[in-house]
Every structure is written in C-alpha cells, then in structure tokens.
C-alpha cells in the first residue's frame, strides 16, 4: 500500500533537506580507476534544484557514510553549506545538526536510501526513499519519488518544498 500524499502544509514546514550520497544523489555505483581515483555521476536537474532550494533559504546538507573527494568537490561547487562525511549514524548526526539549527523534526526532510538511513528517514517530518531503495528505507519512507536516484529524484523533493513555500 503506498503512504498516503503529504499535504502542502506539512512541506511548507520544511527548512531542512538532508540526504544521503551515494544512492541518492547518486545511482550508487562509485568508478574507481587502477591509480585509485574515484569518480561518480551527479545530475545536473538535482544540482539545479539544490541550488534553487538554497537561495530560497531552505538548508542542504549531505549526510555520508564514506568520505569522498568527489562529493566534496560536487558539495564545494553546488555551495551545500552542510557537509559530513564518514558518519554511520545518519539519526545521530541529522538530530547533531537539526539541534545545531534550532529546527525540529517536522521541519527537517531525509532522503536515504539504505538500513543506516532508515531511522534518520523515520525521525525526519517527511522521510523519503528513492525507487529501489532497501526495504527497510522504504518501510521507513512518507514518499518514493518516480524518478530513481540520480536521475531527478533530488529535484522531485526540491521542487515540493519550493512549490510549498510560494
């Protein structure tokens, strides 16, 4: 049975979107190349609605559970003002910044995809899980998007916050 909608009320509550990376922002492959460098693919539709989502005052952050050159290099350009990186805990460290931004729950959305993420994506107001996420992020979510990780899912949650605060 798929969660029931999510009203315009509850999404134009929101002041927090944090995400995990890999699986996310990502389709979750990583590239690693013989002399050990890492490369992964990163949408521009999700870029541009993170970017939108900043300058409407609402705060990015992305939540980690590896550290990467490549995500900080795409969170360097992207301007995401929260970082962190090699954190298991996605619950412990969401709750660390939510406290450190004076926002509660409700105001916060968590997008993961995998068993770590899935209390952070409980705890979240609105917790999401990408198509094809693992069942216990999927058990956990208010929303799957329609557009896989990515490949657009980001934007999907951007543009339901930005669509709320008008």
Not at 104 to 128: H, L, S
Not at 141 to 164: K, Q
Request: glycine share 10%.
């Amino acid at each position: 049975m798929p969660p029931a909608p999510i009203s315009v009320t509850r999404w134009s509550t929101i002041r927090l979107f944090a995400m995990d990376v890999d699986g996310v922002l990502t389709d979750g492959t990583v590239q690693i190349s013989s002399d050990g460098t890492e490369t992964k693919s990163f949408s521009i539709l999700d870029g541009m609605g993170l970017v939108r989502l900043n300058k409407a005052g609402v705060a990015i952050a992305w939540i980690s559970g590896r550290p990467s050159g490549a995500t900080s290099a795409r969170a360097t350009e992207l301007k995401v003002p929260h970082v962190i990186q090699g954190r298991t805990d996605k619950l412990v460290a969401l709750r660390e910044l939510a406290t450190s931004l004076g926002l509660t729950a409700a105001q916060c959305v968590y997008m993961g995809d995998d068993d770590i993420d899935a209390p952070a994506i409980a705890w979240a107001g609105i917790g999401v899980a990408p198509v094809g996420s693992m069942p216990a992020a999927l058990a956990a979510a208010d929303l799957v998007p329609l557009r896989p990780a990515g490949l657009g899912a980001v934007r999907e949650i951007c543009e339901l916050i930005l669509t709320a605060r008008v």
